[in-house]
């Protein structure tokens, strides 16, 4: 339970973090942190399940294995909040000045 909510909120702030790079879409803090914890949220389970040290099986507290979740749960968040803002850009068309 402790690996999803740190790849939650690894999602959160990697979508945030996407947000801040992508000013042009305009789609709100709140739009990106939503999609940046279901892309975290997603990214980490998968992660998890490709690569079963990053579970942490062992009981015990493993910085590395947190530290790949975090790495694991940005990418995810910052990803699909690239892939949100690049298609609500597709769907406006092109601008008229």
């Not at 690894?10 to 992508?22: E, K, Q, R, S, T």
């Not at 990053?54 to 990803?79: K, S, V």
Request: proline share 3%.
């Amino acid at each position: 339970m402790i690996n999803l909510i740190v790849q939650l909120l690894a999602g959160a702030i990697g979508g945030n973090i996407a947000a801040a790079a992508l000013k042009d879409c305009g789609l709100g803090m709140l739009v990106y942190t939503i999609t940046g914890i279901i892309g975290g949220g997603v990214m980490g389970q998968v992660l998890q399940a490709l690569l079963p040290p990053l579970a942490g099986g062992t009981g015990g507290f493993e910085i590395g294995a947190l530290l790949d979740q975090i790495a694991g749960g940005c990418a995810g968040g910052a990803t699909l909040a690239v892939i949100v803002g690049i298609v609500k850009s597709a769907m406006a068309g092109p601008e008229v000045r």
